[in-house]
């Protein structure tokens, strides 16, 4: 699993803000930073199935090896390794880069494409899922395809942050939306918005 952290964190918190909920600052989430769900925490691998429905409709996540989160973070080093730690409790292989204040991060995007072509080059799945909605990894998926593997993507919906693109040029994509709010409404880890 290979997740663009910098964009689900974005349009992750857009998506949960339109349904009136503002996730807090803690172990799942850091403004523009990464963002992931809260009932994932300390649970083993062996079990993730069982919560994480939409892989498990496929029979991929119980064969998941790794889980991959690409981000960037503005501030000092101690953020930084924050960040790294905070992601590697939740089970990731954690890639975190500086970046600039109001700038993307290429080495979030860069790094992401360099693994998962490495990955599929040295034959070290049959299938991939990639966590992203930005269109510009269509390339990505179209060459992953060409050596043979399946590419499933998932995230939230069009008017949420999905290019229609990677949608189009993936194996399978599957809509996290519902089960991503759900998950996150169960959670005390939000701050409600006032509707005034």
């Known amino acids: 699993m290979f997740v663009d952290g910098e964009g689900l964190a974005m349009r992750g918190r857009e998506l949960l ?3 009136k909920m503002d996730p807090k600052v803690g172990a799942h989430f850091e403004p523009d ?3 992931w769900l809260p009932t994932m925490r300390g649970v083993p691998q ?3 199935r069982q919560i994480f429905s939409p892989l498990h409709e496929l029979a991929l996540e119980e064969y998941a090896i790794r ?3 690409y981000t960037a973070v503005q501030g000092d080093d101690v953020k930084l390794e924050s960040v790294r730690d905070r992601l590697h409790a939740l089970g990731f292989d954690a ?3 500086k970046k600039a204040p109001k700038m993307k991060s290429k080495g979030v995007d860069i790094t992401l494409a ?3 072509l490495g990955h599929a080059y040295r034959d070290d799945f049959d299938a991939a899922v990639l966590i992203a909605g930005d269109a510009d990894f269509v390339p990505l998926v179209d060459e992953v395809k060409r050596m043979g593997k399946q590419v499933f993507v998932l995230f939230f919906s069009a008017a949420h942050g999905l ?3 990677l949608r189009r ?3 399978d994509f599957l809509d996290f939306e519902e089960k991503f709010t759900s998950l996150w409404g169960t959670s005390a880890e939000f701050s409600p918005i006032d509707p005034s």
Do not use: C, I, K
């Open 95 to 97: 890639r975190v880069f």
């Open 33 to 35: 930073t990464f963002l």
């Open 17 to 19: 803000r339109s349904r």
């Open 169 to 171: 040029h993936s194996d």
């Open 114 to 116: 360099r693994d998962l």
């Open 46 to 48: 062996s079990q993730r």
């Open 67 to 69: 889980w991959h989160y």
């Open 163 to 165: 290019g229609e693109e």
